[in-house]
């Protein structure tokens, strides 16, 4: 082994490639029939899966999803919930996020919204797709409190530049008139370069009069550039007398 080459591995920021090499160097025998081909490769494909292990572990952090441990995989379709599971293995593949595509996903406290809207995000993660989760309320507070320091332009780019962007308690409580601005504001620098999920406990509907109906032209506006080009789940119980809240079929703490 040549610690000079070693430390010009390290030097360069190829931990991975120079433990490999490491590796061969302690083992002759298994690599002596190895041609230079396959060793090379087998540094390259170190550094190479290792890098990418790192910059998914990254996209994951920064998503901050409530829920990072949710997986696709391990949605319970018995739990007496009327869940799609090709439409949702479809949105699984990210495909909709490619073609900026949104997500609506709407049902009672308790039917696993944000659960699968953090799965969702999980995948967008893996296949390197920036994500990042956020409570509507949260994003109104920080965004009025943006505007008083003059600090808007750059929070709202903070929502505007993930690939995907998940939207916790949508239209929860209604907003107020700068709060519809913002919102729109958000949608609008969004769309048709990025997707969004939508996660509420209202009816698509119903978010019309949420936004402040015909007293709000801005309604009009938001729901216009969201609906058109969505994906929805309305997660619902099959049979509501024995309905069983997904917080305790996933074992969650409520917040």
Not at 63 to 89: C, F, M, T, V, W
Not at 90 to 118: D, M, P, W
Not at 135 to 145: A, C, G, K, T
Not at 240 to 253: I, N, Q, T
Request: with cysteine.
């Amino acid at each position: 082994m040549d610690q000079s080459t070693m430390d010009k591995l390290h030097e360069m920021r190829f931990p991975k490639m120079a433990e490999q090499y490491l590796l061969q160097s302690e083992d002759p025998e298994h690599w002596r029939n190895a041609s230079f081909d396959e060793r090379f490769a087998s540094l390259v494909d170190a550094e190479y899966s290792n890098r990418i292990r790192n910059r998914r572990a990254r996209l994951l952090k920064s998503a901050k999803l409530e829920q990072p441990h949710a997986r696709i995989e391990e949605i319970n379709y018995e739990s007496g919930r009327n869940l799609d599971r090709r439409l949702i293995n479809q949105l699984a593949t990210c495909r909709y996020i490619h073609e900026y595509n949104n997500v609506f996903l709407t049902g009672a406290t308790g039917s696993g919204k944000t659960y699968l809207a953090c799965a969702l995000g999980y995948e967008a993660c893996q296949n390197d797709l920036s994500t990042m989760f956020v409570r509507l309320p949260d994003f109104l507070m920080e965004m009025s409190l943006a505007r008083q320091d003059g600090s808007f332009i750059k929070a709202m780019k903070k929502y505007t530049q993930p690939k995907l962007l998940i939207l916790d308690e949508w239209l929860l409580f209604t907003p107020k008139e700068e709060e519809c601005k913002n919102i729109a504001e958000l949608i609008h620098k969004r769309r048709k370069h990025s997707s969004t999920i939508f996660c509420s406990q209202y009816d698509e509907s119903e978010w019309y009069e949420q936004l402040g109906g015909s007293d709000n032209p801005i309604a009009d506006s938001i729901l216009d550039r969201i609906i058109h080009n969505a994906y929805k789940i309305d997660i619902r119980p099959i049979d509501p007398d024995k309905d069983v809240s997904m917080r305790e079929v996933y074992g969650l703490k409520h917040r």
